[in-house]
């Protein structure tokens, strides 16, 4: 059964900071791997989309990395700002095409 | 190009009625996803839609189900309502089914 952690649970820091986000999950064969983030009562907004095949994606100050062998994909983001405050959640597709969700993390940036 | 739409946005209802929800997923996109977001458990897979054929369900019990209508228009309907399926249900649609997903705003179900 697939499952996904992401760490930290929150993350609190002051703006213009550089910050990583980590996802890890234990079986590597998937199909991609999306972040997304959340605001509060609001749906998931998608930010990016690694394919398996691929190492890495970039949009704007995002950059997320994939190491399907070890499990892992990182979410860069240069630069924060106090609009960037969301949940930010993690979620990979495995065979069966559905997509698993780690808990999320908690981003706070202060002005 | 509009974006996934769910109807109705809110709703509240009492133990043991049902409830059906509604999700139009972008246009041209033919596969349609829901999912379950409660505090307690995160974000859950309910079932998977394509070309009106369910091909994926989750853990969830028999009262929970759904359909697809020919333009990809998908219902979940959730009966005999319990206290515990208070939560934000979400509506994913992407073009093919191992594409990018796409969601909704949600519909926020409360149950009294």
């Known amino acids: 059964k697939q499952e996904v952690t992401q760490i930290p649970a929150a993350l609190s820091v002051p703006e213009g900071e550089n910050l990583v986000l980590n996802c890890s999950f234990t079986d590597s064969a998937i199909y991609n791997l999306q972040w997304f983030r959340q605001d509060p009562g609001k749906g998931l907004t998608s930010l990016l989309l690694i394919q398996s095949s691929q190492r890495e994606q970039t949009s704007g100050r995002l950059n997320a990395s994939l190491d399907k062998s070890s499990g892992r994909s990182t979410l860069y983001i240069a630069a924060s700002q106090p609009g960037d405050s969301a949940t930010y959640l993690c979620?990979?597709?495995?065979?069966?095409?559905?997509?698993?969700f780690g808990e999320g993390t908690q981003l706070t940036v202060n002005p | 190009k509009a974006g996934v739409t769910q109807t109705p946005r809110y709703l509240i209802k009492t133990r043991g009625q049902q409830v059906t929800l509604s999700c139009s997923p972008i246009?041209?996109?033919?596969?349609v996803s829901w999912y379950q977001q409660t505090p307690g458990q995160g974000l859950q897979f309910l079932f998977e839609y394509f070309s009106e054929t369910q091909r994926n369900k989750g853990n969830f019990p028999g009262r929970f189900s759904g359909r697809q209508f020919s333009n990809s228009r998908s219902e979940m309907n959730v009966s005999t309502l319990e206290l515990g399926d208070s939560a934000l249900y979400l509506c994913a649609s992407s073009l093919e089914v191992y594409n990018e997903q796409f969601f909704g705003p949600g519909t926020r179900l409360t149950v009294l």
């Open positions: 979620a990979v597709k495995t065979s069966g095409s559905r997509l698993t």
């Open positions: 246009s041209g996109h033919r596969s």
